[in-house]
């Protein structure tokens, strides 16, 4: 069983920078890709970056391409998502996820847990 508790969430002006971060509980963090979804209101969860096991090999939604980056440290058992030049619409809650499979991709369903969520928000 794995658990994830995310933080680092807050309130941000457009254009600023926050890292989130999230800690996970198992010995077998480790062997899992993670990823990162977020919901705004009304609307689907969706993709917003994955890592595979080992660190090595990252994918991004297009929309964030090049300005979110996300990394883990196995030492810590945590996930983090570095979030630079955000804007009012990427206000939402933010997940982190894992999967037991050998791959994050990009759909909810493809995710075995979840987080509780944290909120940013991005002030115009």
């Known amino acids: 069983q794995v658990q994830l508790v995310e933080s680092g969430g807050g309130l941000v002006q457009a254009g600023g920078s926050l890292r989130l971060s999230c800690a996970a509980s198992g010995r077998t963090f480790s062997r899992f890709p993670m990823g990162w979804f977020r919901q705004a209101p009304g609307k689907e969860r969706e993709f917003v970056a994955s890592?595979?096991?080992?660190?090595?090999?990252?994918d991004y939604a297009d929309s964030v391409k090049g300005r979110f980056t996300i990394s883990r440290d196995g030492a810590k058992n945590t996930v983090y998502l570095q979030m630079n030049a955000l804007k009012p619409e990427e206000t939402a809650v933010y997940y982190c996820?894992?999967?037991?499979?050998?791959?994050?991709?990009?759909?909810?369903?493809?995710?075995?847990?979840w987080g509780q969520g944290t909120q940013v928000t991005v002030s115009s």
């Open positions: 996820a894992a999967t037991r499979s050998g791959y994050g991709g990009h759909h909810v369903y493809e995710y075995d847990y």
């Open positions: 890592i595979s096991w080992s660190g090595g090999i990252t």
